[in-house]
């Protein structure tokens, strides 16, 4: 069956006719954690860190794989990045924090964000972060006084915004011209010259991070001339030595059949060889290479396994089937039309096959995990599996309607472990004052 290449690696269905996930049977996963579950395949996430890095550091030696944290993160998947040899791209200092949790290496944070406050700086600087990238002028005088008043010295990196279009959506394009992210290329001469000029910060390079979900590979191209063009320059006009160049992330994944995303050898080849081929043609040497996958290492490790309560079936227009979770462990449909496959994770295989649409079950008519989608005849008690849910889902989870967030299990060589305990009603209350 075409759709089960989208969950993780090594998922198969059994003579049962169920699916099974990291040596696991995803029912009695269900029966056993309850359900919403999210289920992560140990398997899948380290051979994804694995192939990251051996796809980059062959092409270009030195170059730094840093996870996107806010793809999701915790402490157990924290302490298998630290252990895979990832760095970390967090954008909080709650996320700062998990990394601290597990005694990441500090030297491997990068620290990114619009709005960093001053008290998230200081946790920054007191945590000895490898670089903080700073995303504007305010930042830039900001992070001054914050070092300053620590009395040290702190390796930083510009954000700019490169004006490329990444052709994904609106939402999660973000080096465009006209976004909230890092200095236009208008203000990027002025940005370097006050960064040099401040003593107790070193700029060490430049960052980018053209947008997510992309599929295209000419942009990253493009953005990886247009701001070696302005190193050159910089150079220059100022003395500017570009030592790291971050060409941020957001390679996409293959959400739905028919739409393949490139590999990771294909998306490597075209970030060196542009990286290589640029600086050749300038006469420098290329620069140390950080790349920062999110979505691309933890995406398809995820599953999302729901159970089957009421149907409506409406005649002549649509059948819907409700499970229950939805919006509020999986925004992606309603913010940004995302797209799904699923099966019956009880009967995967099955003749009787019928066109429903998949519902959550939260009071918003925009709570739609997957529309139009061919399934065998689902009924109450049946369980729905989702794939390529571990980016972007529990991240972003909320508890709207005051539901729950949901409980996660690691799965590998038929063994789950819990690494996140389903919320309870006295958690909802426990930060409540009367």
Same mark, same amino acid.
């Given at each position: ?13 059994? %003579? ?106 200081? +946790? ?10 700073? !995303? ?50 208008? %203000? ?31 942009? $990253?191209?493009? /953005? ?54 640029? /600086? ?13 996958? #999110?979505?691309?290492?933890?995406? %398809?490790? #995820?599953?999302?396994? $729901? ?26 449909? /309603?913010?940004?039309? /995302?797209? $799904? ?30 529309? !139009? ?18 980016? $972007?889902? +529990? ?27 389903? %919320? ?11």
């Amino acid at each position: 069956m075409r759709r089960i290449s989208l969950f993780p690696e090594a998922a198969h269905v059994d %003579q049962s006719n169920h699916l099974v996930v990291g040596g696991c049977d995803v029912v009695a996963l269900a029966a056993e954690f309850g359900t919403p579950l999210y289920v992560f395949d140990e398997a899948t996430l380290r051979g994804r860190c694995a192939e990251f890095r051996e796809e980059f550091t062959s092409r270009h030696p030195g170059s730094l794989v840093v996870y996107a944290c806010k793809a999701f993160i915790n402490r157990a998947l924290a302490q298998i990045l630290k252990e895979e040899g990832l760095g970390l791209d967090v954008a909080s200092g709650g996320e700062l924090s998990i990394a601290r949790s597990v005694d990441f290496p500090m030297e491997k944070v990068y620290f990114n964000g619009n709005n960093k406050s001053q008290s998230e700086l200081r +946790l920054a600087i007191d945590c000895g972060v490898g670089r903080i990238v700073v !995303d504007n002028f305010h930042e830039l005088s900001l992070l001054s006084a914050v070092v300053a008043e620590a009395r040290g010295r702190q390796g930083i990196l510009l954000r700019l915004s490169p004006g490329v279009d990444p052709h994904t959506h609106a939402y999660i394009a973000t080096g465009v011209v006209d976004s909230k992210f890092g200095f236009p290329m208008i %203000q990027a001469e002025e940005a370097v010259a006050r960064a040099m000029s401040i003593s107790s910060l070193h700029l060490e390079g430049l960052h980018f991070h053209i947008g997510s979900q992309i599929f295209e590979l000419e942009p $990253y191209r493009k /953005a990886i001339a247009i701001v070696l063009r302005l190193a050159i320059e910089m150079r220059r006009e100022h003395g500017f030595a570009l030592t790291e160049l971050s060409t941020g992330g957001g390679l996409g994944i293959t959400y739905s059949e028919g739409s393949p995303a490139p590999t990771v050898a294909h998306f490597a080849q075209a970030i060196v060889s542009s990286l290589q081929e640029e /600086a050749e043609a300038f006469g420098v040497e290329p620069p140390r290479l950080i790349v920062e996958p #999110g979505r691309s290492i933890v995406g %398809q490790a #995820g599953v999302a396994v $729901y159970t089957v309560g009421s149907t409506k079936e409406v005649p002549g227009v649509r059948k819907y089937v409700s499970v229950d979770g939805g919006m509020a462990d999986n925004i992606r449909p /309603a913010l940004y039309q /995302a797209e $799904y496959e699923a099966v019956v994770a009880n009967r995967v295989q099955g003749a009787d096959v019928e066109r429903v649409t998949v519902a959550g079950k939260f009071c918003e008519s925009g709570d739609i995990l997957i529309r !139009d989608i061919e399934l065998p005849k689902v009924e109450a008690g049946d369980i729905i599996a989702v794939p390529c849910c571990g980016a $972007y889902c +529990l991240a972003m989870a909320s508890n709207y309607n005051a539901a729950l967030l949901p409980a996660v299990v690691l799965v590998k060589e038929g063994k789950a472990r819990l690494i996140r305990r389903r %919320q309870s009603y006295d958690d909802l209350t426990s930060h409540d004052l009367v």
